[in-house]
């Protein structure tokens, strides 16, 4: 079994700045792909970043140049650093995983683990 949990979320003042931290516990074998959503209210859930196990990172259009995605790969964690937030940037953050997790005896499977959100809101 895969936890993934999010934390940093909270209240920020446009052109201000927050980091989000992603960790996955539990029977992990491997971790590929770490990546970060968001669902504002009323919207629909989109990419914003995502990093590989080698560290290759993709952006969404919106946050190129004031979000960063890290990861350690030694503590299981993902960050995503927020800079120069947007009041447009207000949303619920998810961080999702693709696991290859140990699911018995001698077997194993990939599959993505869904954090259950932190709240990121920007305003003034």
């Known amino acids: 079994q895969v936890h993934v949990v999010e934390s940093g979320g909270g209240l920020a003042q446009p052109g201000g700045s927050l980091t989000l931290s992603c960790v996955a516990t539990?029977?992990?074998?491997?971790?590929?792909?770490m990546n970060w959503y968001r669902q504002a209210p009323e919207g629909q859930r989109d990419m914003v970043a995502s990093?590989?196990?080698?560290?290759?990172?993709i952006y969404a259009d919106s946050v190129k140049g004031r979000f960063t995605i890290s990861r350690d790969n030694a503590k299981n964690t993902v960050y995503l650093q927020m800079n120069s937030l947007k009041p447009e940037d207000t949303a619920v953050y998810s961080c999702?995983?693709?696991?290859?997790?140990?699911?018995?005896?001698?077997?194993?499977?990939?599959?993505?683990?869904w954090g259950q959100g932190t709240q990121v809101t920007v305003s003034s």
């Open positions: 539990g029977s992990i074998y491997a971790i590929y792909d």
């Open positions: 999702a995983a693709d696991v290859n997790a140990y699911t018995g005896y001698n077997s194993r499977a990939v599959s993505r683990y």
């Open positions: 990093i590989s196990d080698t560290g290759s990172t």
